[in-house]
């Protein structure tokens, strides 16, 4: 390759990074994934090393990779974060306030934002590791660096300098808390990105109740879903899930869309991050605890799983693999220097290790993926509160109108639910099937879709409230709804 060009080498070397994280991707390095790392054909005779190049040829042609690779020059870097100048001014001002934060509590408590452990409570860490939701350790004195309400006043004050509000063609575009131009899907649109959703396209969390015949949809569902599961396709597994994963084979069809493995080396590398929550206590890991004790401990879904947390979220602190994805996100990670070197940026280190300070209710993430977390905490949610918005304004008008009278804006109350995508909202069966939908398209906007539906199936209700403390009310309980039933009316069985 290099006596063809340099030029020829950079181009390939930008198609590879192009293609990671794709599923076409994935398929060939769990196709070659032994030869790979090990350099050696010990466990796949088949595949030998000389002809590695003509069947890398040969996939690409048999997976449908050839007629649909093509290259594009790299953006600038600054483009792959965030395009939008304001965005980047805004999110900047962000980090800066929550890291003053975290700061200010390590000031004033007189607790160091690291420490090592002594070996004493490094053993007794080491014994309570699968029973740490018995501990009670005094947190009174830590508080969140902020909440999902503080987030929203937030994207609240976000103003494009460049843009003139009067020349939108409709009152209502101000009617919402959101006052940015961006594009967000509107019903038509959704209506075809979503087809699969459709109410002629059998769906489990509707045709699989009890008074449904199994035979007519369920069975022959579950055989197909157990076919791809035996094939090992995560192209086929994510086009699968758009309409739901059956319970038995949920746990496989999502590893096979995250790429997720097992393999010896993952067990490892977990070792090595519980290794490191032992050594050092970090001063997040207090408010871990905390948000714990005060969200995932007291929900009737997920104390069980208190434990569990505690071990996923400790051990994903300390986890730096997670930095790769500051490089394509708008966020940067936050930085704190070494004891006595402030200033001085070649004693700046990243803090926490994986670049994620929690906040309230952050555990409720563990239920879910934190795939998805940079994703909702980017420009992301932005979108998502403007889609929220305008699906209602459009959708709802004289609900819209009648809320913002009375100063109980949708969104207000909407945004815990889209910040934690109804995590610790809906009944556990109810929420795993609305993340099915949620991988299945690899998009967020499910999330704002239910939002809106959940505002009009409950319609009647809110247009008699005077007050945003009774609207509040009246939505207080979603652990009843049936999540597919909502989006499938709203989408598909409304007029527009």
């Known amino acids: 390759i290099m006596n063809e060009g340099t030029e020829l080498s ?6 590879v990074q192009r293609l990671k994280g794709s599923h076409l991707h994935s398929q060939i390095e769990r196709q070659y994934y032994n030869v790979l790392v090990a ?19 040969s996939f690409l042609r048999t997976s449908g ?50 420490r090592m452990r002594p070996a004493v409570e490094q053993k007794e860490l080491t014994n309570k590791w699968n029973e740490m939701g018995t501990d009670e350790p005094d947190l009174s004195r830590f508080r969140p660096v902020y909440a999902p309400k503080d987030f929203l006043e937030v ?54 109740h009890a008074h449904i015949h199994p035979d007519l949809f369920e069975n022959e569902y579950v055989q197909i879903g157990k076919k791809v599961v035996e094939e090992q396709d995560s192209a086929a597994a994510q086009q699968y899930s758009r309409r739901g994963c059956p319970t038995g084979l949920r746990a496989d069809l999502w590893a096979l869309i ?20 032992i050594q050092h206590d970090l001063l997040v890991d207090n408010l871990i605890y905390k948000d714990v004790k005060l969200t995932a401990s ?33 966020a940067t990670p936050p930085k704190s220097y070494i004891e006595g070197k402030i200033g001085v940026e070649e004693c700046a280190v990243v803090y926490p290790p994986n670049g994620v300070i929690p906040f309230h209710g952050f555990s409720m993430y ?42 109980a804006q949708p969104l207000r109350i909407a945004f815990k639910w889209m910040v934690r995508a109804f995590s610790g909202y809906l009944s556990t069966d109810q929420l795993l099937l609305l993340w099915d939908r949620i991988l299945g398209y690899d998009s967020l906007e499910m999330v704002a879709v239910l939002a809106a539906a959940v505002f009009a199936f409950r319609a009647e209700n809110l247009m008699e409230v005077t007050s945003l403390a009774s609207a509040e009310a009246v939505l207080a309980d979603l652990s009843t709804l049936k999540v597919m039933p909502l989006i499938q009316i709203f989408l598909f069985a409304t007029a527009i």
Request: glycine letters at 6%.
């Open 155 to 208: 994207l609240i004050s976000l103003r494009n300098s460049n843009h003139d509000s009067s020349e939108e063609v409709s009152i209502r575009s101000h009617w919402g808390l959101i006052q940015v131009p961006l594009n967000v899907r509107d019903i038509p649109q959704l209506r075809r990105g979503f087809s699969e959703l459709n109410l002629n396209t059998g769906q489990l969390g509707i045709d699989d």
């Open 298 to 330: 007291n929900d009737d879904y997920y104390f069980v799983f208190e434990d569990f947390l505690y071990q996923i979220l400790l051990s994903f602190s300390r986890d730096t693999a997670v930095l790769e994805h500051f490089k394509y996100n708008s």
């Open 10 to 15: 950079l181009t390939i070397a930008q198609i």
């Open 258 to 277: 995250l790429n997720a493995t097992n393999q010896p080396q993952d067990v490892m590398y977990y070792e090595q991050l519980k290794a490191g929550v």
């Open 366 to 407: 563990g239920e879910c993926f934190f795939s998805f977390f940079y994703l909702i905490q980017g420009s992301g949610i932005v979108s998502l509160c403007l889609q929220f918005e305008r699906l209602l304004q459009s959708h709802l008008p004289q609900l819209f109108y009648h809320l913002r009278q009375i100063e």
């Open 39 to 57: 350099g050696e054909c010990l466990h796949q005779p088949e595949i030998k090393l000389g002809s590695l190049k003509e069947d890398v040829r």
């Open 65 to 114: 990779g050839g007629c649909s690779l093509f290259y594009h020059p790299t953006p600038p870097p600054e483009h792959l974060k965030e395009p939008l100048a304001y965005m980047r001014k805004a999110q900047a001002s962000w980090e800066k306030r929550v890291l003053k934060s975290l700061n200010s509590m390590s000031t004033e408590l007189g607790v160091p934002l690291a």
